[in-house]
């Protein structure tokens, strides 16, 4: 008999695992231990070869659902089996090396019936060793618009932090089979222009930096993906290929080899920048706010400015620039300020 509607669960929480025998069990208790209940578990067994299959077998839940595919088909393919199989109107992500606080779906979906106008919703997140000790605190304390902007410079939303409504991924095709890496910051991507996302500022989940899992073993080809995504990101504002070539030093631009920027490149990428601000502007939907858009384009230029004059060589150009650029006033006064603090945090680090 098949289930009525009011039976269905509100959330699905789709996992794709692949011999995942060593780190599974933690993800799974992590989710059949959540406050919030109304769920179903749906489990993609990706044809594993080793005891993962086993372990999934063991638990007693009624509330979770395994498919097994006969042959591999890949992180991406198996995700589009999980959309097309799920029951629930939400789908949470969880991979099998992460791990859910226990109030993570509760607080997910508190915020998402307060704020039906919002499709997609991560969370902050802790990244621990393979020893679950935190190497890194990711907090987000940012609004829809900037997040929105950020978004076309780097992936800002942790794939097993995220929850989002199927029917609005449906629509978009669900994830991009094109992409083996990366496959999230697509979908991401393509939902911020269906409605609002956004990311809770607390802490509500672990992504687990392990020397085995799939984003270090490849993180190589997860960065090219990453590229090509952020590159056709520009090419759907109208962006010219010229321009959408230089730009890959924006890519990720907090990573600390940006700073290592040649010299005959200083202009040219602040150029470039400035255009694809404009573009980010002029193509928000409606339901963002367009001044705030633009308030996180102009700290965008800030930051960038600042990051460069404090960690390289190349004060000179960043002072060139800012002259030619002398209309604008309040540009300047904030990358002094953000440089100021810097220099002020630098000497009471050297007193202690």
């Known amino acids: 008999m098949s289930k009525t509607l009011k039976s269905l669960p509100l959330v699905t929480v789709l996992m794709s695992v692949h011999n995942n025998e060593k780190v599974v069990d933690r993800a799974v208790r992590s989710i059949l231990d959540q406050s919030y209940t109304d769920f179903e578990f749906l489990i993609i067994n990706d044809a594993s070869t080793d005891n993962t299959p086993g372990i999934l077998r063991s638990y007693q839940d009624e509330r979770i659902r395994i498919i097994n595919n006969e042959k591999n088909l890949g992180l991406t393919r198996s995700l589009n089996l999980g959309l097309e199989e799920a029951k629930g109107k939400y789908i949470a992500r969880i991979d099998a090396d992460d791990f859910s606080f226990p109030d993570r779906l509760e607080k997910q979906v508190d915020f998402l019936r307060r704020n039906p106008e919002f499709i997609l919703l991560g969370t902050s997140f802790n990244i621990v060793d393979s020893n679950n000790q935190t190497v890194k605190e990711i907090i987000f304390d940012t609004s829809p618009e900037k997040l929105y902007y950020d978004l076309f410079f780097q992936n800002m939303i942790a794939h097993s932090s995220a929850i989002f409504k199927l029917s609005e991924v449906l629509k978009t095709g669900g994830y991009d089979e094109d992409y083996i890496y990366a496959q999230d910051y697509a979908l991401w991507l393509k939902l911020a222009d269906r409605g609002k996302i956004w990311v809770l500022p607390e802490v509500l989940t ?38 959408i070539k230089n730009s890959l030093y924006l890519h990720n631009f907090y990573d600390e080899e940006f700073v290592n920027i040649a010299r005959g490149k200083i202009f040219p990428i602040f150029k470039t920048l400035l255009l694809i601000n404009k573009k980010i502007i002029s193509n928000t939907p409606d339901f963002y706010s367009r001044n705030i858009i633009a308030e996180a384009a102009y700290q965008n230029v800030a930051d960038l400015l600042t990051i460069i004059f404090k960690g390289t060589d190349n004060k000179s150009k960043v002072i060139s620039f800012l002259a030619r650029n002398i209309f604008n006033l309040r540009l300047i006064i904030k990358m002094l300020e953000k440089v100021l603090n810097f220099s002020k945090k630098r000497v009471l680090e050297g007193k202690k």
Request: include cysteine.
């Open 206 to 243: 672990l992504w687990c930096d392990d020397p085995e899992n799939i984003s270090t073993i490849k993180n190589k080809e997860q960065r090219s993906a990453s590229e090509t995504i952020f590159k056709k990101g520009l090419a759907r504002l109208g962006l010219e290929n010229n321009i």
